[in-house]
């Protein structure tokens, strides 16, 4: 009668991650032994990013670390680029990769005192021989303000009704608001009617660590007085967490030309008595008074 032939299938719809594992076949009829035969089922899982990198603010020199965490089976590579290189990022930056099971690896790319050529666009690629996928982060590097004009503890001159022109620079990122005071008191437009701010102008000014921000901001007297004479203060804030502001403070120190507010009067005296005449004069600075005879 010869041996009977039978055919079965075991069909796992949709394969899941789960669906991996040790199958077995068992044959049997009842009058000899069982007979097993064993094998190993692999779902290979694309890769899926679990925990993605996302946007990071640092202050220039502090350590930028972006963190992408990936699932897949078989275990994913994970490698990292910035936006419009060529090449991976690997020797300016630190690349560290903790694996966990079978299907999950951490990296961590460290940009170590970031500067603010650093900044841009930087993408987590993750591939398996399934597939690839990817996650891009920016990095936004801040740059604490710093004031390259007027100079510090400085004194300025300029002569009485003339106009007194002074220009603030600050550099930084982002770019700072520029603030003006007098004798600890701010100056503004709508108030002050014989003070006159510009609008802040600003540009890009190249340093060793990458392009900054630059802004100009100038305070005019329009006709300085005696009264304008005093402290001013210049202060540049950008609002990093590092240290949002700083200020710089000079002198105006306004000339004020001669006046002689108490002239002599004509006197007559008799023989031998002392004459004295007396003269009385203002001045910024103060003035000298020299008498002369007129012949």
Do not use: K
Request: charged share 15%; net charge negative.
């Amino acid at each position: 009668c010869g041996v009977y032939n039978v055919t079965q299938t075991l069909t796992l719809n949709d394969t899941m991650d789960n669906d991996s594992g040790v199958y077995t076949c068992t044959s049997m009829n009842g009058v000899v032994e069982v007979a097993t035969v064993d094998f190993m089922l692999f779902v290979r899982v694309a890769p899926n990013i679990t925990e993605a990198p996302g946007e990071l603010t640092v202050v220039q020199a502090e350590d930028a670390t972006f963190t992408c965490v990936a699932t897949a089976r078989p275990r994913p590579s994970i490698t990292w680029w910035r936006v419009g290189s060529l090449t991976p990022v690997m020797e300016e930056a630190n690349v560290t990769e903790m694996m966990s099971g079978e299907r999950v690896l951490m990296s961590n790319l460290t940009i170590g005192s970031a500067q603010p050529s650093d900044a841009g666009n930087y993408t987590c690629v993750t591939e398996n021989e399934v597939s690839n996928t990817s996650a891009t982060a920016t990095l936004v590097v801040h740059v604490v303000p710093s004031i390259t004009f007027p100079p510090d503890n400085h004194t300025f001159y300029t002569n009485e009704f003339t106009p007194a022109v002074f220009q603030c620079t600050a550099t930084g990122i982002p770019p700072s608001e520029i603030s003006w005071y007098r004798n600890g008191t701010v100056l503004n437009n709508s108030t002050d009617a014989c003070v006159t701010l510009s609008e802040a102008s600003v540009s890009m000014f190249a340093t060793d660590g990458g392009n900054v921000y630059q802004v100009n901001r100038s305070l005019t007297l329009d006709n300085a007085t005696d009264s304008d004479s005093g402290n001013y203060t210049c202060v540049a804030d950008n609002g990093n967490a590092v240290q949002p502001s700083v200020s710089q403070e000079f002198e105006l120190f306004v000339r004020v030309a001669p006046n002689i507010t108490g002239a002599p009067d004509d006197l007559t005296v008799v023989q031998p008595e002392d004459a004295t005449f007396t003269c009385v004069a203002t001045a910024r600075p103060r003035p000298n008074i020299t008498w002369w005879r007129v012949e």
